[in-house]
């Protein structure tokens, strides 16, 4: 169980602002905090990792304290036992790949974790290239990898896959889960991309203005505002396009793109990339069995 | 005749104030870099003041300090036996702060592009500082350093006003080229002068064009 009590005045765009969030997460669950950008996302996982001190709090991880403002304690980042895999990669260019592993490793640790981690995360062929000739992509498995060499009790995972797109998002997505269950660890994704959400996480966190408004599953938090729809994906939009009378809009779901008509007054609402839910309530939706087994 | 000691004079200065000077610029410029001291401005005009003034006034300056006269030339000799006025020692501390922005600059910007994260990874992987300094920092601004070295032994070399100013011109001590050359020129003795010349435009151009051709981006930089 991971215990935070956390208050910090930050910095944000338009002035000051008071980050005051209470979270309690379970061990190996897979939690992730949503909300804008400027929210305080970040800065929730830079005090868990101690690479950013809160004005007051407590941060208990498994029985230990790791912060106590109350008490002076503060656990010097070293000791923390927190895998990061930070927004930009963080990749040492100096090093290759399997360089950038073992620079991870602890003291006295076995090494043989490197070739087993590089296995799992199927790095095994580029272990010794210079992280700097890498794709983003391969970039952030080699992060991700590297961040579970030290064993962490965390994973802190930061906006991984925002830079990337979709078909190597969703490859990437299913190693995180892999190596979540594989390693039984208890991992903290910042994300802002609701399927990416919906996909991964046990539970959420919804912050706004460094307040957490709503916790829970991922459809308690994003489906329980009175839609009773029959059916309802999300997805984004990728096009709009004006008509005579009405606004036809493009929203890409997976990898559907599925038009849908709207008024005027929605239309302008609506702009290209905003993440969406498609609902429908009015109509009963058609099933049409894949394989006709009964024949 | 042509003597040799003058030019092998100038290149023991120039390596021994390189290596000195790259020990104190590797710490002070990576304090530069992280520091949110208030003093962090004074601090870097100071480095920077070699860049402006007349060599003469570090020299003059160095000169009083150094005297035996007052106290703190009184304190190294008593202390250290040390007399720094006209003697090779003093001439190395002279080159040391009168090429401090030269090293300082190149290895400061070289910190400032590598991105904050590379450091918090290697803390968070339970590094110290020392460790990240030494196996993550340093190896990534290796470019910046050997710009560093290189602008500092060249214009180590190249010293004159601040050479004459304390050091004098006192053979295998103090002679360096570039005073021989001013020497030579006042006793008609263009011959020896311009041999002396010629070795020191032919070695700076060389390690200039080096520098030019492997690291040309930085360069362009500080000499703007």
């Given at each position: 169980m991971i215990i935070l009590h956390l208050k910090k005045t930050l910095d944000a765009m338009d002035g000051k602002m008071e980050l005051d969030v209470s979270m309690h997460i379970k061990e190996n669950s897979l939690t992730t905090i949503f909300g804008e950008s400027g929210a305080g996302k970040t800065s929730i996982l830079r005090m868990i990792s101690g690479l950013m001190d809160p004005d007051s709090g407590r941060i208990e991880v498994n029985g230990k304290t790791w912060y106590n403002s109350a008490a002076g304690t503060n656990l010097r980042i070293q000791n923390r036992k927190i895998g990061y895999v930070f927004q930009d990669y963080?990749?040492?260019?100096?090093?290759?790949v399997k360089e950038n592993l073992s620079y991870a490793l602890k003291k006295r640790q076995d090494p043989r974790i490197v070739s087993e981690i590089l296995d799992i995360i199927e790095l095994e062929n580029l272990k010794n290239r210079k992280s700097g000739t890498l794709s983003g992509g391969q970039k952030q498995r080699v992060s991700l990898a590297r961040a579970l060499v030290g064993s962490p009790e965390i994973l802190l995972l930061d906006e991984?896959?925002?830079?990337?797109d979709e078909g190597i998002r969703s490859k990437l997505q299913d190693y995180i889960l892999r190596v979540h269950e594989k390693f039984k660890l208890t991992t903290i994704l910042v994300s802002h991309d609701l399927p990416e959400i919906f996909k991964l996480s046990d539970q959420i966190f919804l912050l706004k203005n460094g307040i957490i408004e709503r916790s829970g599953s991922p459809s308690e938090v994003f489906l329980s505002n009175n839609i009773s729809g029959k059916y309802r994906f999300t997805g984004t939009i990728i096009e709009k396009t004006k008509n005579d009378v009405v606004h036809v809009i493009g929203v890409l779901v997976g990898n559907n793109l599925i038009k849908v008509i709207a008024t005027d007054e929605e239309g302008d609402s609506l702009n290209i990339g905003d993440k969406v839910m498609v609902v429908s309530k009015a109509f009963n939706p058609l099933i049409i069995k894949l394989n006709d087994q009964n024949k | 005749m042509v003597e040799w000691s003058p030019i092998i004079l100038s290149f023991k200065l120039a390596g021994i104030t390189t290596l000195l000077l790259l020990l104190v610029a590797i710490p002070l410029s990576y304090w530069l870099s992280y520091t949110r001291s208030y003093f962090k401005p004074v601090i870097e005009t100071l480095v920077s003041m070699p860049l402006v003034l007349p060599p003469t006034v570090i020299g003059f300056y160095l000169l009083i300090a150094f005297s035996p006269a007052n106290w703190f030339g009184e304190f190294l000799d008593e202390t250290f036996n040390l007399q720094l006025v006209f003697s090779f020692e003093g001439l190395i501390i002279a080159s040391i702060l009168y090429s401090l922005p030269f090293m300082v600059h190149p290895i400061q910007s070289g910190f400032n592009s590598i991105p904050v994260s590379y450091s918090e990874a290697s803390f968070v992987m339970g590094k110290t500082r020392m460790t990240t300094l030494f196996k993550v920092l340093i190896p990534n601004i290796r470019f910046s350093i050997l710009t560093g070295v290189v602008l500092t032994f060249a214009h180590t070399i190249g010293e004159f006003g601040v050479v004459l100013m304390i050091g004098g011109n006192i053979p295998d001590e103090t002679r360096v080229a570039s005073i021989a050359i001013y020497d030579e020129v006042e006793s008609l003795n263009y011959r020896t002068a311009n041999i002396y010349s010629i070795i020191l435009f032919s070695i700076t151009f060389i390690i200039l064009l080096t520098v030019y051709v492997t690291n040309g981006r930085y360069m362009k930089r500080i000499w703007k």
């Amino acid at each position: 169980m991971i215990i935070l009590h956390l208050k910090k005045t930050l910095d944000a765009m338009d002035g000051k602002m008071e980050l005051d969030v209470s979270m309690h997460i379970k061990e190996n669950s897979l939690t992730t905090i949503f909300g804008e950008s400027g929210a305080g996302k970040t800065s929730i996982l830079r005090m868990i990792s101690g690479l950013m001190d809160p004005d007051s709090g407590r941060i208990e991880v498994n029985g230990k304290t790791w912060y106590n403002s109350a008490a002076g304690t503060n656990l010097r980042i070293q000791n923390r036992k927190i895998g990061y895999v930070f927004q930009d990669y963080a990749l040492f260019p100096n090093m290759t790949v399997k360089e950038n592993l073992s620079y991870a490793l602890k003291k006295r640790q076995d090494p043989r974790i490197v070739s087993e981690i590089l296995d799992i995360i199927e790095l095994e062929n580029l272990k010794n290239r210079k992280s700097g000739t890498l794709s983003g992509g391969q970039k952030q498995r080699v992060s991700l990898a590297r961040a579970l060499v030290g064993s962490p009790e965390i994973l802190l995972l930061d906006e991984p896959l925002s830079a990337l797109d979709e078909g190597i998002r969703s490859k990437l997505q299913d190693y995180i889960l892999r190596v979540h269950e594989k390693f039984k660890l208890t991992t903290i994704l910042v994300s802002h991309d609701l399927p990416e959400i919906f996909k991964l996480s046990d539970q959420i966190f919804l912050l706004k203005n460094g307040i957490i408004e709503r916790s829970g599953s991922p459809s308690e938090v994003f489906l329980s505002n009175n839609i009773s729809g029959k059916y309802r994906f999300t997805g984004t939009i990728i096009e709009k396009t004006k008509n005579d009378v009405v606004h036809v809009i493009g929203v890409l779901v997976g990898n559907n793109l599925i038009k849908v008509i709207a008024t005027d007054e929605e239309g302008d609402s609506l702009n290209i990339g905003d993440k969406v839910m498609v609902v429908s309530k009015a109509f009963n939706p058609l099933i049409i069995k894949l394989n006709d087994q009964n024949k | 005749m042509v003597e040799w000691s003058p030019i092998i004079l100038s290149f023991k200065l120039a390596g021994i104030t390189t290596l000195l000077l790259l020990l104190v610029a590797i710490p002070l410029s990576y304090w530069l870099s992280y520091t949110r001291s208030y003093f962090k401005p004074v601090i870097e005009t100071l480095v920077s003041m070699p860049l402006v003034l007349p060599p003469t006034v570090i020299g003059f300056y160095l000169l009083i300090a150094f005297s035996p006269a007052n106290w703190f030339g009184e304190f190294l000799d008593e202390t250290f036996n040390l007399q720094l006025v006209f003697s090779f020692e003093g001439l190395i501390i002279a080159s040391i702060l009168y090429s401090l922005p030269f090293m300082v600059h190149p290895i400061q910007s070289g910190f400032n592009s590598i991105p904050v994260s590379y450091s918090e990874a290697s803390f968070v992987m339970g590094k110290t500082r020392m460790t990240t300094l030494f196996k993550v920092l340093i190896p990534n601004i290796r470019f910046s350093i050997l710009t560093g070295v290189v602008l500092t032994f060249a214009h180590t070399i190249g010293e004159f006003g601040v050479v004459l100013m304390i050091g004098g011109n006192i053979p295998d001590e103090t002679r360096v080229a570039s005073i021989a050359i001013y020497d030579e020129v006042e006793s008609l003795n263009y011959r020896t002068a311009n041999i002396y010349s010629i070795i020191l435009f032919s070695i700076t151009f060389i390690i200039l064009l080096t520098v030019y051709v492997t690291n040309g981006r930085y360069m362009k930089r500080i000499w703007k």
